[in-house]
């Protein structure tokens, strides 16, 4: 379904595991930022009703994800750290196309997020098959459902807002960069992506 063209690499949730502190963390980060790209777009895009009224509710639902994260960091009596740079998203950023008409610009966010919700989901789904603490495969899986459902909206708006065929052309060349960017990234079990 997420039609993602290179999988993680099966010893990441072995990494991840051994540095769970540091996976929530930039989980936490990864669910702030999430939130943050919808009011983004819903700043940007404030005309599109439909586009607004689609990502308001992501953006609580994010938030609140975040907030779930922070339950888990507290729980485990970890710590809230610094931010670090998120190598993956920056690559990505690289790949959007500057120009062009405001659709276009629209469609090129909507798949840049849709990308990311998807390599989440891919990985939500490893870590609630295969870490050891089953509090959070529950809530791994929990995840790994909602961000299935923000890569499908993400998909669909840009194929409300612009030429579908364009879109699912354009979703292929973000596969395969983003399958480059993953096979050249070092395999890292304290980042989410």
């Not at 998203?89 to 062009?100: D, M, Q, S, T, Y």
């Amino acid at each position: 379904m997420l039609h993602l063209k290179l999988p993680t690499d099966p010893r990441w949730v072995n990494i991840a595991q051994m540095q769970i502190e540091d996976i929530l963390v930039d989980h936490a980060y990864c669910e702030q930022k999430a939130a943050s790209s919808c009011i983004s777009l819903i700043v940007r895009f404030n005309d599109l009703e439909e586009l607004v009224d689609t990502l308001t509710p992501i953006v609580a639902e994010e938030w609140g994800h975040f907030e779930r994260v922070m339950d888990q960091l507290k729980k485990r009596g970890l710590k809230f750290g610094p931010q670090r740079k998120d190598e993956y998203v920056a690559k990505l950023n690289e790949f959007v196309k500057k120009g062009g008409s405001r659709m276009q610009q629209l469609t090129e966010y909507l798949l840049m997020n849709a990308l990311i919700e998807a390599r989440s989901c891919e990985r939500f789904k490893l870590l609630s098959q295969n870490i050891e603490d089953s509090d959070l495969q529950k809530f791994y899986y929990e995840l790994m459902i909602s961000e299935a459902g923000h890569y499908v909206t993400f998909i669909e708006m840009a194929r409300k807002y612009y030429d579908p065929e364009k879109v699912n052309k354009r979703w292929q060349e973000w596969l395969t960069y983003e399958a480059e960017v993953l096979k050249n990234m070092e395999l890292r079990g304290d980042r989410m992506h």
